[in-house]
């Protein structure tokens, strides 16, 4: 076992060969949107994201249903189904099977299987003074998503935070290759400062956060301010609070960074230098990645935001 469960990292990784190493993971939740084809993009995303984050080629899938087949449409399924099918196939993975319940509330997911060379894992510890915060993809996503089941977003605001959720991190991962990488992680769940909490605590280093430079997508404190603010952003909020310090935020600034993103981008630690040209190097093949962020020598407070 390369890595396990002792550092939350994103996957599992078990060493096969000296060659050769496979990696593991598994995420599945309830419908985000309402349409089941994107639905069924964006958990695929979701899940295929860990084996980025780790380093690793996704290389077989297998799905996770759970359905209410006596009140909801089948073709609702099929179509959830088509979705992560087609998002798979963009990865260049294969789906091999899965396993499906009768359930009141639908859920989909992936177990998904990848493979690394045991000497090129990235881990979520490893960040270094001196390195730069890189941040690949936008976060307001939870925000955005909670106003959708409360019908307060409009059809082009869906589509744009559908279509950052459905986004492989695929390109991001590979663009990697070459660059000196110290540690790297996706945002999810425990939102950016969580997974930067972690990174940063397990690495035994402090990082400092510009919030000026952080991207976050249109219309996410304008909801925030409304009130639209998911539980897991506010238990998130509260987990942080004796480990950030906060210079000059505002309760809802700070609420956003800590706000409970489903497959958000990854966040990198990389030499300045590096992080500079990897910069220019996904800008200049359409991609995104913005420096938000830097490491320094471990304090009392795990992690500063200035603005």
């Known amino acids: 076992m390369l890595v396990g469960i002792n550092t939350s990292d994103d996957a599992g990784v078990y060493k096969l060969t000296d060659d050769l190493a496979i990696i593991q993971t598994v995420d599945f939740f309830t419908p985000i949107v309402d349409d089941p084809y994107m639905f069924g993009q964006i958990a695929a995303a979701n899940s295929l994201s860990d084996v980025y984050a780790m380093g690793g080629t996704p290389k077989t899938v297998l799905n996770i249903v759970g359905f209410p087949i006596r009140n909801l449409a089948p073709s609702i399924l099929a179509d ?109 769940g425990f939102g950016l400062l969580g997974h930067a909490y972690e990174m940063a605590s397990g690495s035994h280093v402090h990082f400092t956060i510009d919030f000026n430079a952080v991207p976050i997508l249109d219309q996410t404190k304008e909801l925030a301010e409304k009130g639209i603010i998911p539980g897991g952003s506010k238990a998130n909020h509260k987990w942080l609070k004796p480990h950030v310090d906060y210079q000059g935020l505002t309760d809802i600034e700070e609420l956003i960074l800590c706000d409970a993103v489903t497959s958000g981008g990854l966040l990198i630690a990389m030499p300045k230098k590096d992080a500079s040209q990897y910069m220019l190097n996904m800008k200049a093949i359409g991609e995104f990645a913005t420096i938000i962020g830097e490491v320094s020598e471990k304090r009392q407070k795990v992690i500063s935001v200035v603005k």
């Open 80 to 188: 959830i189904l088509k979705g992560a099918s087609d998002k798979v196939n963009e990865a260049g993975a294969i789906i091999v099977g899965g396993h499906s319940i009768d359930d009141q509330e639908p859920k989909f997911g992936l177990s998904v299987t990848g493979i690394v060379h045991p000497d090129r894992i990235f881990r979520n510890i490893g960040a270094l003074p001196g390195d730069a915060l890189v941040l690949t993809k936008p976060i307001g996503v939870g925000i955005l998503t909670s106003a959708i089941k409360r019908d307060a977003l409009d059809e082009s605001e869906i589509q744009q935070v559908s279509n950052v959720m459905a986004k492989l991190n695929k390109i991001a991962a590979e663009n990697l290759s070459g660059y000196n990488v110290h540690a790297v992680t996706d945002i999810t």
